[in-house]
């Protein structure tokens, strides 16, 4: 089976095809001739992940899947949440907002926070949407040189190491965007 997965994310597509087995092939938007940046106008992650998705059915005409996922940190209320990605601004630049991230939280004994992955699977007509959680907290400072985004400084419930000092084996086991995967894959083994 091949499906189109509707992101330009050249780390986020390695992660997921590396969670799929060998009969699920992923196509990348620049496969389909997609090139342009889909807007990501909604106020949820949820609603973003939706959006995508239903783009290239509605653009290309593809049974695709698509996700969004965002970093929610109790103390600043859900923060960064559905801008993540964007958190220090429009240039998408990971360094910058972890650096903003620590910063807002330097006086707050709170770090708990949150990853949360919807993916949207438009697949024969119908949608399909799974979601994934991992808990844990924000580190006092960047550790680890894997994964990308916030990864060097999320620490999962339960580990003394960042996602970005776990092999990608460990991180796909337990992170949000590795369980809404293993949600999306019984769904398609059972179809």
Do not use: W
């Amino acid at each position: 089976m091949k499906i189109v997965f509707a992101s330009n994310n050249k780390n986020k597509i390695h992660e997921i095809q590396s969670m799929l087995p060998e009969s699920i092939q992923i196509v990348s938007l620049e496969s389909i001739g997609c090139f342009e940046e889909i807007p990501e106008t909604a106020d949820t992650i949820e609603g973003n992940a939706i959006l995508k998705a239903n783009y290239i059915t509605q653009k290309y005409g593809f049974d695709c899947f698509a996700d969004d996922t965002g970093l929610e940190v109790d103390s600043l209320d859900g923060q960064p949440g559905v801008y993540s990605a964007r958190y220090a601004g429009e240039q998408r630049n990971a360094d910058d907002n972890m650096n903003k991230l620590l910063e807002q939280l330097l006086d707050k004994p709170n770090r708990n926070a949150q990853f949360k992955t919807l993916i949207a699977l438009n697949l024969k007509g119908k949608q399909h949407l799974f979601t994934g959680i991992a808990s844990g907290e924000i580190t006092l400072e960047k550790m680890g040189t894997g994964g990308f985004g916030y990864d060097p400084i999320f620490k999962p419930t339960g580990f003394e190491n960042t996602f970005a000092e776990l092999s990608l084996e460990v991180k796909n086991e337990i992170s949000h965007r590795g369980k809404a995967t293993k949600a999306l894959l019984e769904f398609l083994k059972n179809i």
